[in-house]
């Protein structure tokens, strides 16, 4: 019901654009939400959207440098990150949560996960 695209290989300091396709039904009623797994470590929120779209929040070390979308009309969620890092590099998960009308940072409470896409930062 989720599927990522966009991710690759990119050297730091370069930009990727990441897009979530939800080919569910009622998309205006799910906040979004981009989670990462860096090899060996735990699945860690990256950015939320809320259903609406008015509210987002971000993981303390992409302020500033990702943006995450909501396209109503397009069925469609994004993540813009701009000035990679190393750091950054994981596979990257968008998700979708039911009447997600505030930004949500825990996994569990979300309904619908894609596949994932991978994400490598060289130094």
């Known amino acids: 019901q989720l599927v990522e695209s966009g991710g690759g290989l990119v050297q730091a300091g370069g930009s990727l654009n990441l897009s979530c396709v939800f080919s569910g039904r009622h998309f205006t009623n799910y906040g979004m939400g981009w989670f990462r797994q860096a090899p060996g470590k735990e699945r860690e929120f990256v950015a939320g959207i809320s259903w609406s779209g008015r509210h987002t929040d971000y993981q303390d070390a992409v302020k500033g440098r990702f943006t995450i979308t909501k396209d109503n009309a397009k069925n469609t969620a994004a993540l813009q990150m701009n000035s990679l890092k190393p750091e950054d590099t994981a596979v990257y998960y968008c998700?979708?949560?039911?009447?997600?009308?505030?930004?949500?940072?825990?996994?569990?409470?979300?309904?619908?996960w894609g596949q994932g896409t991978r994400v490598t930062v060289s130094s």
């Open positions: 998700a979708a949560r039911l009447y997600g009308v505030a930004v949500e940072v825990t996994a569990s409470e979300y309904n619908y």
